[in-house]
């Protein structure tokens, strides 16, 4: 069973800047989550997705950040304009179905490590 | 309410050792709690898990010991391999809400096991 899928693994850009990262969950998982992974701290659910529907996004900084999964299974984040603070590992995550209790680990991609100068 | 603190920072052990990090909730509505493991460059991935049923759960050298009363759980490695040097993260979510529920993640463990 191939694993979560991101794209790409590095990036470097400088503030201002926009930049967009890939997800390919694993088949058939009906949830995808996006994390924030800075340095030296645990990840952050940044928003959660239901097929292609949103369920969380409370944490996610709308002012810039956005992201969609418009055909319930790849997913797209977008931070338009980055800023310093932005730099970080994003992670995506697929599980099952989070409705299953017992039975919905998240299962992570590599993330994508940004760099904002 | 939503947060979990994990400690220590960092942590060297011996191979052979036991190594153990302990993490502290506050949230009671937490009836989850998984430990995951983070190698360089990959993603975290699930080592064990925990619900509060239960005081104990072993997995092979990795056992979760669970502290209801205390809000407390911690990881023990024993037997520690330099295969087991990663970073460790401990988090709660809770299963029972019937919408979104997130896990919290602890700030993370590096675990350095030494010849």
């Known amino acids: 069973e191939a694993g979560v899928a991101q794209s790409p693994r590095y990036k470097i850009i400088e503030k201002r800047q926009s930049v967009a990262f890939w997800c390919n969950p694993i088949s058939g998982h009906a949830t995808l989550y996006w994390y924030q992974q800075i340095l030296g701290q645990g990840p952050k659910l940044l928003i959660q997705?239901?097929?292609?529907?949103?369920?969380?996004d409370s944490q996610l900084p709308k002012d810039r950040f956005s992201a969609e999964r418009l055909k319930g299974v790849d997913s797209t984040l977008k931070i338009q304009p980055a800023k310093l603070e932005d730099s970080a590992v994003y992670l995506c995550?697929?599980?099952?179905?989070?409705?299953?209790?017992?039975?919905?680990?998240?299962?992570f991609g590599p993330g994508t490590r940004l760099t904002v100068l | 309410q939503q947060q979990v603190k994990q400690s220590p920072q960092s942590l060297i052990v011996q191979k052979g050792g036991i190594s153990i990090i302990n993490c502290a909730y506050e949230n009671t509505a937490f009836d989850y709690f998984p430990w995951y493991q983070q190698f360089p460059g990959k993603g975290p991935a699930l080592l064990i898990a925990?619900?509060?049923?239960?005081s104990e759960k072993k997995e092979g050298r990795f056992t979760i010991s669970f502290n209801k009363s205390a809000k407390q759980f911690s990881l023990h490695i024993m037997d520690s391999q330099p295969g087991d040097s990663a970073t460790y993260f401990c988090?709660?979510?809770?299963?029972?809400?019937?919408?979104?529920?997130?896990?919290?993640f602890g700030t993370g463990t590096r675990l350095q096991v030494t010849l």
């Open positions: 995550a697929s599980s099952k179905d989070y409705r299953w209790a017992g039975d919905n680990e998240q299962f």
């Open positions: 988090a709660a979510k809770n299963e029972q809400t019937g919408t979104a529920s997130k896990l919290t």
């Open positions: 925990i619900r509060p049923d239960v």
């Open positions: 997705f239901q097929n292609n529907g949103v369920v969380d």
